[in-house]
C-alpha cells in the first residue's frame, strides 16, 4: 500500500483532507443497529485520529447523518454503492471515494482489524509488543483517494503464543486470536472431562488396559460409560458457554492407549490408535451437529485413520514436534512423518489445524534463531489448505527475541506473503531504535552461523550442546561484538538500552550454562588456585546481574515448567557454596560397556571424572545410559590406596530416568580380575515426579587398586505408574565419581 500522510501544510494531490491543521469536517458515521464490534472500531478511530492530531471526529448514526465528510465504518447503506463482493471470514475493505473513507468487515471483528491497518498502513501508528502504541504527532492527516482495498487472512485460526499476545490490544490490532477466547476446552482434554479423581475408583472401566491392567493413562474410548459421560459434560458445558466455538476431544500428553478388545480390534481396522479416537470423536460430533470439536493428532494419534473420514464438523490440529527446526518443515528430513501425516489428513478432510513450535523449551532463553524459517513454514502450511495455525512461544514468560518472534509471526499469520525483511527494518527500527540495525545483524550472524556448522537446532535442546558449532565460545565472542555496537548505539536513550539489555539475555545465559559444562577448562567457572580449583570472582556478580534482568524483562520461568530467575540464582549459590573436591580419578581414563545417550553427550565417558557434579538438568554434567546398565571402569594410572569411593544418581520420572536398581563397586590392580568392594540394593521408585540428585557413598577396607569399576543396574522396565510408551526403557544418569 502506498502511504499519502502529510506531516506539512501542503497537501499531495488526490489526497482526503481528513486533518488540516489540527481542524476536521469530517464524522464518523456507524448504523443504526451497530454491532459490538463496528461501535467498538468506530471509538478506536476517534481516539487515535485525536490522540495523532488532535481533532475529534464525532460519531454517529447514519439515521443523523446529512451531507458533511465522512468516515462510514461498518455495514451502512452508504458503503452499498460499492457492492463489493462478501468478504471471507474477518476479511475488511478499506475503500474511499473522492470524499469519503469506507471500512467495512467481515464476521467477528473484520471491521475492527480494517480501522487498525488504517492506522498502521496509513497513519504511521504502530503496536510492537505489549508497549504503548507509537503515535505520530502531526498536524495534518491526508488519505489516498479512490482506495480499493481488500484483505482476508490467510489462516481462519491465528495464534502466536508470546508474551505481547497477552495484550488485548495487541490482539486486535495484529489480528490474533487467544485459544481460551475461542475454545470451550483446550488442547489435551481427556481428564478434564473425566477425571480419574472422580471416576477411576468406582469405573476403572473407564480408562486404559495396558498390559492387561486398567490405569489413569488414556481413556477407553470403546466404553460405552466414557461415551455417556462426555455426552453430559459437553451438553451442560456447551450450555454454560454458548458462544465457544470449538471444543476439544483430545487425548493426554502421553502414552498408554487402551489395548482392551474392542480397542484394540478398532485400531487393528485403522491402523493405529486414532482409529479409536477418530470414531469416538465423530460420534461426539454427531449428538452436537451446530458445534465444532477438535483433536489433536499428536505423536500416537498424528497417523491418520485408514478408513474413517472425520466428521465435517470435526477439525485436526496436527502437531509438528518431530521436527528440528534449522531448516523449514517443507524440507529438513527430521519433517518427513509431519509431511506424509499433512498429506493424508488433507486427503480426509478440509478441516486441518496446525500446532506449530518456535522455541526452545527446555530453555526459553537459549538463542533459537529458526526467524528465517517463520515464513516458509507458513507458506508451506496455507499452501496444503491448513486453516489455522496455533504458533507455540514461550506463552507469558521471556524468551530469545520473543517480541520480535511473536511479531513477525503476527504478521505472516494474516498474510505469509508479506515482505518479511521489510517488517524485520521496521520493527527493529521501531523497537530498537538506533540498536535495531546491530540487533538485526545479530540476528543474521546466528542463523548465518546455525547453517554454516549445520548444527541441529531441537525444541528439547540445550545450549550447552552446541558449545561446538553455532554457539561455541568464539562464535560468542563475534556476537558479543555485535551486541556492544547496539549497547553504544543505545545510549542515552533508557527505554532502548534495556531492550537492547533484554536481547543480551539469551547468549548471556548461554555463557553461564556452558560454564556449569566447561568447569575447571577454559571459559569454566572455576579458575585454578593451588592444588585445586576455586568459583571465578566475577562469576557471583555476573548471575546475580542475569537474574535480575531477566526479572525486569518478565523471565517468569527459563523452562517449560521450569526454573524462575530467583530459583536460577539459588541453583548457582549451591554451586558457588560447593568446594571442589580433588578426587584421585580427577580426569582419569574411563571405559564403558555400554555407550552414552548420543542425544545428551555431555563429554562423554570423561563426565564421570571431569571434577564436576550434574544437578537436576540431566542434560547438563550427567553420564546419560539409555536402557542399559551403566558399568564404568576409571583407571587412576597407577595403583593407589583407596578408602572411599562415592558418586551421584539423578532421579527424574519425568524424563524416564530412575535411581539404578542396585550399585556395585570393584577394585582392581590388572584391569582384568576384579574383587567386590561395595554393593547397594535401592528400593524400587514409588509414583513420585520431584527430581533429586542422590549421593551414594562406599567406605572401602583399605586396599591398593588402580582400576575402579562403578557399575549402576538400570531398572528393566520403566514403572507401570510413570506410563511409559511402547518401547520406552528406563534410563540412569551417573556423575561425577570421587575417588578418596
Known sequence: MTLLTVKGCTSPPGAIHLVTNGVSKYQIVLPDEATKNETRAATVLQEYIKRISGASLPVIKESAYRSTPAIFVGGTEHTEKFNVV???????????????????????????????????????????ANIPVVVPSRKNIDLPMHLHSKQEPAFLYRETYYPAAFDNEYLEWHKLHRFEDLWGIWGHSFFKIVPPSTYFAAHPEYYAQVNGKRQATQLCLSNEGVFKVMTEYFRKAISDNPDAMYWSVAAEDGAGFCTCDQCSKINAEEGGPTGTLIRFINRIAATFPDRQF???????????????KPASNVYIMLSSIDAYRQEPLSTIASAAGFRRDLDGWGALTENLFVWDYTTQFTNYLAPFPDYDNLQANLQYLAAHKVKGVFSQGSADTYSDMAAYNCYLQAKLLWNPGITATAVTADFMN???????????????????????TKARLDIYGNPVNNYKDFLSPQAIDQYSTLLDR??????????????????????????????????????????????????????PERVKKFAAQCKKAGVKELSEGGQSPDAYQQDWDVIFARKWVNSLAFRAKVTLV??????????????????????????????????????????????????????????????????????MVETSVDGVNFSLAGKQQIAAPEEDYHVSVNHFQFKLPALSARYVRVSGRCLNAVPGWRGAPEGKKAAVCCDEVYVQ
Not at 471515494?97 to 464476521?107: F, K
Not at 538506533?434 to 545483524?441: L, R, V, Y
Not at 553504544?488 to 543480551?504: C, D, H, P, Q, T
Open 486 to 539: 547496539a549497547e553504544k548505539a543505545a545510549e542515552g536513550n533508557s527505554v532502548w538500552i534495556e531492550r537492547v539489555y533484554n536481547a543480551r539475555l539469551p547468549l548471556e545465559y548461554t555463557v553461564l550454562q556452558q560454564s556449569k559444562f566447561f568447569g575447571t577448562e577454559k571459559s569454566g567457572y572455576l579458575v585454578p588456585e593451588g592444588n585445586g580449583y576455586i568459583v571465578n570472582a566475577r562469576w
Open 430 to 452: 521501531g523497537y530498537y531504535g538506533k540498536a535495531g540495525t546491530f540487533i538485526n545483524q545479530y540476528l543474521q550472524a546466528l542463523t548465518t552461523a546455525l547453517h554454516t
Open 594 to 663: 555400554n555407550p552414552w545417550a548420543e542425544d545428551f553427550p555431555a563429554k562423554k565417558e570423561q563426565t564421570l571424572t571431569d571434577g564436576l557434579e550434574g544437578g537436576k538438568d540431566f542434560s547438563i554434567n550427567w553420564l546419560f545410559i539409555y536402557g542399559k546398565d551403566m558399568i564404568a571402569t576409571i583407571d587412576l594410572g597407577q595403583a593407589k590406596a583407596v578408602s572411599s569411593v562415592e558418586m551421584n544418581f539423578l532421579n527424574d520420572p519425568r524424563h524416564y530416568i530412575f535411581n539404578p536398581a542396585e550399585i
Open 294 to 308: 477438535t483433536t489433536l493428532a499428536y505423536t500416537y494419534t498424528a497417523h491418520p485413520p485408514q478408513k474413517t
Open 86 to 128: 462478501k468478504l471471507k471470514t474477518e476479511g475488511f475493505h478499506l475503500l474511499s471515494d473522492d470524499q469519503h473513507i469506507y471500512i467495512r468487515g467481515g464476521t467477528g471483528k473484520g471491521v475492527l482489524y480494517g480501522v487498525y491497518t488504517l492506522l498502521e498502513d496509513y497513519l504511521d501508528c504502530r503496536k510492537y
